[in-house]
Nanobody, 124 residues
Framework: QVQLVESGGGLVQPGGSLRLSCAVSGFTLDHYAIGWFRQAPGKEREGVLCIRSDGFTYYTDSVKGRFTVSRDKGKNTVYLQMNSLKPEDTAVYYC??????????????????WGQGTQVSVSS
């Protein structure tokens, strides 16, 4: 029943912006947290941010001031606005949720449902 569908990835120049979407079904955003992760080639998957069911948000230091997460409860969608993009932001970005504990974690193994991933490439 639980499903997450991502969109919005693409190629952008350094300093540019992208907005990613994570449309969820099978639950409402008032019930579970949504985490964003990214994985670059040859590197481990790392946590980017997580928004709790009450709206409280955690950001990793490398994206603070550049990335912003928001929710549209009517559309059951979470948006990741990415500004001032850098080449080191290049990665596959995933959204995920934990339906067991229903809380935020920076460890990918704690999440049981994932989107398909969307490629973000930052290059001149």
């Amino acid at each position: 029943q639980v499903q997450l569908v991502e969109s919005g990835g693409g190629l952008v120049q350094p300093g540019g912006s992208l907005r990613l979407s994570c449309a969820v079904s099978g639950f409402t955003l008032d019930h579970y947290a949504i985490g964003w992760f990214r994985q670059a080639p040859g590197k481990e998957r790392e946590g980017v941010l997580c928004i709790r069911s009450d709206g409280f948000t955690y950001y990793t230091d490398s994206v603070k001031g550049r990335f912003t997460v928001s929710r549209d409860k009517g559309k059951n969608t979470v948006y990741l606005q990415m500004n001032s993009l850098k080449p080191e932001d290049t990665a596959v970005y995933y959204c995920a949720t934990d339906t067991v504990l229903a809380q935020c974690s920076r460890h990918p193994s704690e999440y049981d449902y994932w989107g398909q991933g969307t490629q973000v490439s930052v290059s001149s």
